[in-house]
């Protein structure tokens, strides 16, 4: 079955710390990879995407995620939080059309001071 | 001003009453999409379509039909509103990139949300 599991529901990090966050998917064929930030009242924006080529794909606001087909992953990664990133992310998994597209259930960040 | 507009951005109503919301959007894009967001459930595809005559159903249809009026234009309908179907809902819309062109995308556009509560 197709699926996007991020196992984290909620991640607290202080401003400043590193931050990572984990997505792993299911996908039958070659996955197409996203990750979307949800500010609190607002719609999903694109942080970043992968289709092919560099593993590691740079997006806005500084974040970088990681592609590992072996491990079936595509963890999001940020050096230096800053208080404005707090939100909810969702990693998504799809085929090229995004009819398709398939959502992890999210990971509320928190950034404390 | 926003490119996806939706309306209302909040309703409140009663078990039984038929909602609509509404989507509009000034991307100039033919696909348009209809999900629902839940606590702890992510978001769920209810209809898309790719055209003004290509409606198809998605992952939890069931209750709901949608409104393609115009390339712009992309309504959601609850003809009989249930408490279970409170939620946040989300229109967006996409545009098919051709692969090494200049609109390779598959990223889709959101709206604001419509968050909708059945009592």
């Known amino acids: 079955a197709q699926s996007v599991t991020q196992p984290d529901i909620h991640i607290t990090v202080s401003e400043g710390a590193s931050l990572e966050l984990r997505c792993n998917y299911s996908?039958?064929?070659?996955?197409?990879l996203f990750w979307y930030v949800q500010s609190p009242g607002q719609g999903l924006q694109l942080l970043l995407k992968y289709f092919s080529g560099d593993t590691l794909v740079q997006g806005i606001k500084g974040f970088e995620a990681e592609f590992k087909r072996s491990q079936s992953s595509f963890n999001l990664r940020k050096p230096s939080v800053h208080w404005s990133d707090a939100a909810e992310y969702f990693c998504a998994v799809g085929p090229y059309n995004t009819d398709k597209l398939i959502f992890g259930t999210g990971t509320r960040l928190q950034v404390f001071p | 001003d926003a490119d996806v507009t939706q309306t209302p951005r909040n309703r409140i109503t009663k078990t039984g009453k038929r909602i609509m919301l509404e989507c509009s959007q000034t991307?100039?894009?033919?696909?348009m999409y209809w999900y629902r967001q839940d606590p702890g459930l992510g978001l769920r595809l209810i209809y898309y379509s790719f055209d003004v005559k290509d409606i198809n159903k998605g992952e939890i249809s069931d209750g709901y039909s949608v409104s393609r009026q115009a390339q712009a234009k992309f309504s959601l309908s609850l003809e009989s509103a249930i408490p279970n179907q409170t939620a946040l809902y989300f229109c967006?819309?996409?545009?098919?990139?051709?692969?090494?062109?200049?609109?390779?995308?598959?990223?889709?556009?959101f709206g604001e949300g419509s968050r909708l509560t059945v009592l």
């Open positions: 991307k100039g894009h033919d696909r």
């Open positions: 967006a819309t996409s545009v098919l990139g051709l692969a090494g062109g200049p609109e390779v995308t598959g990223e889709l556009f």
């Open positions: 996908y039958g064929a070659t996955p197409y």
